[in-house]
């Protein structure tokens, strides 16, 4: 064997251990760096790897509820677990206090910091005066779950208002009747050591539309794979439908029974059944998130659910916020086939605070 070869072998491997040495190097740095900005901006341990669950969310007093003072990534809750300003138990004098309720539409997901749509909404509202809002929303809050939360937990704050954007998806399995509610909570923390690095790049940096849909494909199929032929849900459920709405007449009633005023606003989404095939990308989010429904099927249960709510608020004479109508289908008010982008955050809560001012004396 040649000098000049060994020569050349050596020079690649010490050039490749230099290589490893220094991409080592940098990580620790950003990991660390990470992990310091979190104690001093967040006060969260150094040595923890939080997750979103664990953080804003908590199981107590026999209920799902946020977190006080809770942290993660560009979410704080306050004192009392809700996203937004710190309030006071009682109702400020000459105010307004509506409260919002739904899932993670609601609370806010990739909209920038301060535009999530409760935001929007109270910069609306206070052209008109004092108005408290108060964001009850929590991720996968279904409707029994909102009505639990409502009686041991929300009603004290006494809101003049309540404005509930429920999530048809959330009840798409239900039989009907449906069973007695039985609140689970399991807190996804840590399996271990998780370089928080990462998590924070993730927030700026995404993987490609083709690789995402690829992943959710070979997982749809595996999971497919696991039940029978009949596993799979392929016509809007009757049962699912009429739990929705027995489920948002009951929490309807429960409200009013408390003295507030009840204001539905319609579900919207990006997609929609005509545009499904044109965007493979929103059909592959549906399968991700409820693999028993056929995508088409849980777009067509949405519309059947959003038709069913504005005939409940024509029913019991409430004011109807529709959503539905004012975003679907519109690809730039949406980040993900459900959640708001700043646009779509905007024009929800300019339509919100529309109705809500038209019902002011």
Same mark, same amino acid.
């Given at each position: 064997m040649s000098t000049d070869f060994l020569g050349t072998q050596w020079r690649w491997g010490r050039s490749l251990l230099v290589f490893v040495a220094t991409s080592f190097l940098f990580a620790l740095a950003a990991e660390i760096a990470t992990r310091l900005d979190d #104690?001093? &901006? #967040? =006060?969260?341990?150094? /040595? $923890? $790897?939080?997750?979103?669950? =664990? &953080? /804003? #969310?908590t199981f107590r007093d026999g209920i799902i509820q946020g977190k006080a003072f809770g942290q993660f990534q560009k979410f704080k809750l306050n004192s009392w677990g809700f996203r937004g300003p710190e309030i006071a138990m009682a109702k400020p004098a000459g105010c307004q206090r509506l409260m919002v309720i739904g899932s993670s539409e609601m609370f806010g997901l990739y909209e920038s910091p301060g535009k999530d749509f409760t935001a929007a909404l109270q910069s609306r509202m206070s052209e008109q005066g004092c108005v408290e809002i108060i964001n009850a929303a929590m991720s996968g809050m279904s409707l029994d779950a909102a009505m639990l939360y409502w009686k041991l937990r929300l009603a004290q704050f006494k809101p003049d208002a309540v404005l509930i954007y429920a999530s048809p998806a959330l009840q798409i399995t239900d039989t009907f009747p449906p069973p007695p509610y039985v609140p689970r909570f399991e807190e996804r923390l840590a399996d271990g050591f998780r370089l928080r690095f990462l998590e924070w790049l993730r927030q700026y940096i995404h993987l490609p539309e083709t690789i995402q849909d690829w992943k959710a494909e070979r997982e749809y199929h595996g999971e497919l794979a696991r039940h029978p032929a009949d596993w799979l849900i392929q016509s809007p459920p009757e049962a699912g439908l009429k739990s929705y709405e027995a489920k948002l007449h009951s929490f309807i009633g429960t409200l009013r029974a408390s003295g507030a005023t009840v204001v539905l606003m319609t579900h919207a989404e990006r997609a929609t059944v005509d545009t499904l095939a044109s965007h493979p990308h929103d059909e592959f989010y549906f399968k991700q998130n409820y693999p028993r429904v056929v995508p088409r099927v849980q777009l067509q249960f949405n519309e059947i659910a959003v038709a069913r709510e504005r005939e409940i608020a024509a029913q019991e004479k409430l004011q109807l916020v529709d959503i539905d109508h004012v975003l679907t289908g519109c690809r730039e008010c949406f980040a993900d086939p459900v959640h708001f982008s700043d646009l779509g955050a905007e024009r929800a809560a300019d339509a919100a605070a529309q109705v809500l001012m038209a019902r002011q004396p």
């Open positions: #104690r001093v &901006e #967040r =006060g969260i341990a150094i /040595l $923890s $790897s939080p997750t979103y669950d =664990g &953080e /804003l #969310r």
